[in-house]
Nanobody, 120 residues
């Protein structure tokens, strides 16, 4: 069963940086796109950054050039100049095909979430 393993969260002061990573458990996973989402206190889950199979990226307005998404089967989010409002749980999402299901619509996978806390 395909799993996503997230790492890199933690506690950082305002203005600091963190790098989140998400690795798919299967070596033969065929990537078809992915992204990072977050749920901040009292809010619904929202898109932070996404990347397509061809490498096209899209960022939420609040990112304001501070974050960069990269990779495929190891999907990373480099976050710089972090603000208090960036505190929340960050989720990795991948679309694609595991080796056991190589055809048909791509499947969706989510990580369990990783805590990012920005303090003043």
């Amino acid at each position: 069963q395909v799993q996503l393993v997230e790492s890199g969260g933690g506690l950082v002061q305002t203005g600091g940086s963190l790098r989140l990573s998400c690795t798919v458990s299967e070596n033969d996973f065929a990537f078809n796109g992915g992204g990072w989402y977050r749920q901040t206190p009292g809010q619904e889950r929202e898109m932070v950054a996404v990347v397509s199979r061809t490498g096209r990226t899209n960022y939420a307005t609040f990112v304001k050039g501070r974050f960069a998404i990269s990779g495929k089967n190891t999907l990373s989010l480099q976050m710089t100049n972090l603000e208090l409002e960036d505190t929340g749980v960050y989720y990795c999402h991948l679309e694609g095909w595991p080796a056991t299901v190589p055809v048909g619509p791509s499947l969706d996978y989510w990580g369990q979430g990783i805590q990012v806390t920005v303090s003043s």
